[in-house]
């Protein structure tokens, strides 16, 4: 059976730190890339961050350049989202997402997980 269990969510101060793992079970994690998305009430899903399933290669939107790093363990089967200098706007919940490298049409979506911004 396919998961992806997202966890690391919270409420944080602006200017705080989280850190967001995606455990995968049910599949060959090193066969795909692995991205976080972000959705907020009223807003679409955004993209945030992607990499390639070797973790050689690293995409991120522009907003949260330079202080959120993705990074993976194929061994341990999980993905991490670095997130630092959180502010507000950050607030939403953060889903990750597999796509396999090269039959693109094979997917996964996880549940999400909280991440609220205020103080």
């Known amino acids: 059976q396919v998961q992806l269990v997202e966890s690391g969510g919270g409420l944080v101060q602006p200017g705080g730190s989280l850190r967001l793992s995606c455990a995968a079970s049910?599949?060959?994690?090193?066969?795909?890339?692995m991205s976080w998305y972000r959705q907020s009430p009223g807003r679409e899903r955004e993209f945030v961050a992607r990499?390639?399933?070797?973790?050689?290669?690293?995409r991120y939107t522009d907003a949260v350049k330079g202080r959120f790093t993705i990074s993976r363990n194929n061994i341990e089967n999980t993905v991490f989202l670095q997130m630092n200098g959180l502010k507000p706007e950050d607030t939403a919940v953060y889903l990750c997402?597999?796509?396999?490298?090269?039959?693109?049409?094979?997917?996964?979506w996880g549940q999400g997980t909280l991440v609220t911004v205020s103080s």
């Open positions: 997402y597999a796509e396999h490298s090269w039959q693109t049409s094979i997917n996964y």
């Open positions: 990499i390639s399933n070797a973790g050689g290669s690293v």
């Open positions: 049910g599949f060959t994690l090193s066969a795909y890339a």
